[in-house]
């Protein structure tokens, strides 16, 4: 598949087996639009099956990652802000939320490389990613209560999963904002690196992802994000039914001929 074509507020680069999408927003700090939207379900529902993406890392162009909503078209009522309750409502369900559900339901590893200011909707977008990483001008705020709002994006379904409910819940009430070291020391950060190398660095991480067996990743993601909903009795079930399928890959068998032989994998998807 070819990401060359031009996306609305987007920009995908294919590196490897390494799919970089960098929200393209800059003007706004990279607020979410419509065709932001629109463009990520188009990248992500066509990664969802290229063989060849085994990794995904999220970002945003120029100084932010996300800045959220837009504050002016919140403020002149327009846009993805327009209209009365029960059609805001509406344009919630049909708008914005179609991001957590689209990241939700991608099959394979998503690294936000939070590059500068995650706030509001941006806070909670880069929870929507399996793993973090940021630097020194890493920002983080839920800050929704500043703004009279409360976060219609779904944010707390997975703040709390980040980093608890306790911590969640200040993060919330608050509006305070975090920057990178604090993140990284409560969890919200799984890696904190020197300014000039956190896309080199972020790249090595996906890199050593995806060098590992695609099939059993894929698994192992949806296993992890099982277990946060199911009863130990259900995930045993599902963890069978997978390992018997992982067992009887082409992959599987490479991987043991490989530690046998002390050379690193082939994998191929299989």
Do not use: W
């Not at 932010?64 to 504050?71: I, K, N, P, R, T």
């Not at 009430?173 to 896309?199: C, F, S, V």
């Not at 992890?224 to 992959?251: F, N, P």
């Amino acid at each position: 598949m070819t990401y060359s074509k031009k996306y609305q507020d987007l920009k995908v680069e294919l590196k490897g087996n390494v799919l970089l999408v960098k929200l393209n927003n800059p003007d706004q700090r990279n607020a979410v639009t419509m065709d932001m939207i629109a463009s990520l379900e188009d990248v992500f529902h066509s990664a969802a099956f290229d063989t060849q993406v085994r990794v995904v890392i999220l970002t945003g162009e120029g100084s932010a990652f996300c800045a959220g909503g837009d504050l002016n078209a919140m403020e002149n009522r327009t846009g993805m802000f327009e209209g009365e309750p029960s059609k805001l409502r509406s344009k919630y369900i049909n708008g914005i939320q179609r991001i957590p559900r689209l990241l939700e339901a991608f099959p394979k590893p998503i690294i936000g490389m939070i590059n500068g200011p995650a706030i509001g909707a941006g806070c909670d977008l880069s929870c929507m990613c399996d793993i973090r990483t940021g630097h020194s001008k890493s920002r983080f705020g839920e800050t929704f209560a500043k703004l009279g709002l409360v976060p219609g994006d779904g944010g707390p379904y997975f703040l709390t999963r980040v980093l608890g409910y306790a911590k969640s819940m200040e993060l919330y009430l608050t509006g305070d904002i975090i920057d990178g070291e604090e993140a990284k020391n409560i969890g919200l950060l799984n890696h904190l690196y020197a300014d000039d190398k956190l896309e080199e660095e972020t790249l090595k991480l996906a890199q050593k992802i995806a060098s590992n067996a695609p099939v059993a990743v894929e698994m192992t993601k949806q296993a992890l994000k099982s277990s946060r909903l199911s009863d130990l009795h259900s995930h045993l079930d599902l963890m069978a039914t997978y390992q018997g399928i992982a067992q009887r890959t082409t992959d599987h068998f490479e991987g043991v001929r490989a530690f046998k032989e002390k050379r690193n994998p082939d994998f191929k998807g299989e």
